[in-house]
């Protein structure tokens, strides 16, 4: 297995042009698709995640494997539904214990065909795919965004299109609003008709050429450097300010923190560090659940108390997220607990070190990249299968290098 030791430099000054949203590229080539067009988005993503969906979209899609994308899974099931023809799609180990139960009985009350291959309410999935009929769904409000996502993205291909009913708090509403902006620039007619009922039209899509900005999520990880590291400044190109992602709330979650952001007029935001932070802090992730990784890491190392609620999805995602940070924030010492299923606090409790620090990342990318920044204050530790970055930041160490850290295999 094949690890990075990661070491801090002394002083940062860097300028790093990040990868583009992974998000937004794998509406758009569904929404692409839809649209009847076989052109690409300019400057996609060139995560896994994004890279996956484009192959299976380019194959004749009669067995499809989307390997640990669940972005890919949940958007492409919906969208071969809505293609004639039989399709099976599959995934990684992990993947066939992520469930899709809500989403495929969504999908199977607008007429689709879609039989489980394993176990009851998970991938893998046979599809007979082909016209849905019938106008509503409904759902918890809670779940996924992407279930959500997905559903939207096939409405206007619905006779009378599709109304969209979701029950109770409404998780994730960041990502709902990116893909209904994302259909408008499509041409489709969707809205909110009350705080919780979205209604799609049947107007057909019409595809435009867009560019991808670059991604909020990515720049979380610089946030944290600066954060942790006082007289750093970090320049972050091709980041737009009013952004359709959610986690350009990152700019505000980190102003307590000591992170000041200056949006330049050419669209770089430039990171520096005020030398001041709040001693407890307390945030609902509610909408941006992938920051919450990165805060969990930062805080205690900056002794900053902290709980922070809304964080039910990260059970679900490419591991249980929760009980990850616990055990691998124990290393460092750091003892995190859990309250109920959606919070994570740390009240200043600490134990012995754990020597040599061995970070897992679970398969997970946002385990490896929220970790490596912790080396500017605990110093050299390594990071197992640091390969995972791919799936969303494939540049993460390369640009880690290029800020003067110091990454050997170990």
């Keep these: 297995m094949t ?6 430099p002394q002083k940062i000054e860097t300028t790093i042009d990040l990868p583009r949203s992974k998000s937004i590229s794998n509406r758009l080539l569904i929404l692409s698709q839809l649209a009847g067009s076989m052109q690409l988005p300019s400057k996609l993503s060139d995560s896994d995640d994004t890279d996956v969906m484009t192959t299976a979209l380019r194959s004749d899609m ?17 969208y071969l539904a809505t ?3 039989q399709h099976y799609i599959t995934g990684s180990e992990r993947m066939k214990q992520r469930p899709i139960a809500l989403l495929v009985d969504a999908l199977r009350s607008l007429g689709a065909r879609i039989e489980y291959t394993e176990k009851e309410g998970f991938p893998p999935l046979q599809i007979e795919g082909g016209s849905l009929r019938g106008n509503e769904v409904c759902l918890p409000g809670n779940v996924s965004s992407q279930y959500i996502s997905a559903l939207m993205m096939i409405g206007p291909t619905i006779s009378g299109g599709l109304r969209i009913r979701l029950e109770g708090e409404i998780g994730s509403r960041p990502y709902i609003e990116m893909t209904k902006e994302l259909m408008r620039m499509f041409g489709a ?19 435009v050429q ?5 991604d909020w999520s990515a720049a979380s990880y610089w946030y944290s450097v600066v954060a942790l590291c006082p007289g750093a400044v970090v320049r972050l190109q091709g980041l737009q300010k009013n952004s359709l992602q959610g986690d350009k709330e990152i700019a505000n979650i980190m102003r307590p923190l000591g992170v000041e952001s200056v949006f330049e007029t050419n669209g770089d935001v430039v990171l520096t560090h005020t030398g001041n932070s709040v001693v407890h802090y307390e945030i609902d992730f509610a909408s941006q659940p992938d920051l919450a990784q990165t805060l969990v890491c930062l ?30 924030m124990r290393k460092f010492g750091y003892v995190i607990k859990c309250n109920g299923v959606d919070t994570m606090m740390w009240d200043g409790e600490e134990t012995e070190r754990a020597e040599p620090i061995v970070i897992k990342t ?41 800020a003067r850290f110091e990454i050997k295999e170990a």
């Design 83 to 85: 293609k004639e023809g």
């Design 189 to 207: 007619e969707v809205g909110w008709t009350t705080e919780n009922i979205i209604e799609i039209g049947d107007k057909k899509y019409t595809y």
């Design 62 to 78: 009669s067995h499809v494997d989307i390997g640990a994308a669940g972005t890919s899974m949940r958007f492409l099931t919906a």
């Design 3 to 8: 690890s990075y030791s990661i070491v801090a």
């Design 299 to 328: 805080c205690p190392v900056l002794g900053v108390r902290f709980k922070f609620t809304g964080l039910a999805s990260l059970r679900i995602k490419e591991t249980d997220r929760m009980m990850a940070l616990i055990d691998e």
């Design 362 to 402: 679970y398969k997970d990318h946002r385990m490896a990249m929220a970790f490596a920044p912790l080396s500017l204050r605990k110093g050299k530790f390594l990071i197992d299968e640091p390969s995972v970055v791919s799936k969303s930041y494939p540049t993460f160490w390369q640009d880690m290098a290029k």
């Design 210 to 214: 867009t560019e991808v900005e670059a």
